[in-house]
T-cell receptor, first 115, second 110 residues
């Protein structure tokens, strides 16, 4: 399968714990995005990488959230001191760096539950 | 006002019906427009891009109205398998950051 993969698929944690999610994009895609989605809402943009450079970060993103893409391939999203409000589906998407191409290919997501 | 607005529905239609969704956007500098489909508990997948001249893909037709700042999706001859949430996506010019609407739920029944 050469699509976007995410691990873990599900994560249950207690409030105050740290969690880390991983995303492996489609190999030739330079752009990588993280989103958060809650029930009844569309995906909400969190952050964006072009290769290893983090170019945009949502103003709504708390400083408890950090993302990396150290070698321009896979990416990690860490949430520190989780809160119940962090419970959501965390989606990763990748996109090729071609002029006129903005199609995003999504991974299956990581569902986070904070107790 | 939200950047991208959609009626969440649900739209309940019988098989074979024609159904249309609209999506309005607030940023007049928006440049790229898309419809994505999301099945229950699955990831979104691109349904179609929306071009200025309008475009059609089988039973699906997408149109853009820049003057009124909305895009539309028309589904003809609805199938049971069309049941899903349809997400409107808008990207401003000189940006790679999409804004998703909350989605419109479609339920096609026998």
């Amino acid at each position: 399968d050469t699509g976007v993969s995410q691990n873990p698929r599900h994560k249950i944690t207690k409030r105050g714990q740290n969690v880390t999610f991983r995303c492996d994009p489609i190999s030739e895609h330079n752009r990588l995005y993280w989103y958060r989605q809650t029930l009844g809402q569309g995906p909400e943009f969190l952050t964006y990488f072009q290769n290893e450079a983090q170019l945009e970060k949502s103003r709504l993103l708390s400083d408890r959230f950090s993302a990396e893409r150290p070698k321009g391939s896979f990416s990690t999203l860490e949430i520190q001191r989780t809160e119940q409000g962090d419970s959501a589906m965390y989606l990763c998407a990748s996109s090729p760096d071609r002029a006129g191409s903005n199609e995003q290919f999504f991974g299956p997501g990581t569902r986070l539950t904070v107790l | 006002r939200k950047e991208v607005e959609q009626d969440p529905g649900p739209f309940n239609v019988p098989e074979g019906a024609t159904v249309a969704f609209n999506c309005t956007y607030s940023n007049s500098a928006s440049q790229s427009f898309f419809w994505y489909r999301q099945d229950c508990r699955k990831e979104p997948k691109l349904l179609m891009s929306v071009y200025s001249s309008g475009n059609e893909d089988g039973r699906f037709t997408a149109q853009l109205n820049r003057a009124s700042q909305y895009i539309s999706l028309l589904i003809r001859d609805s199938k049971l398998s069309d049941s899903a949430t349809y997400l409107c996506v808008v990207i401003p010019e000189r940006s790679y950051i999409p804004t998703f609407g909350r989605g419109t739920s479609l339920i096609v029944h026998p």
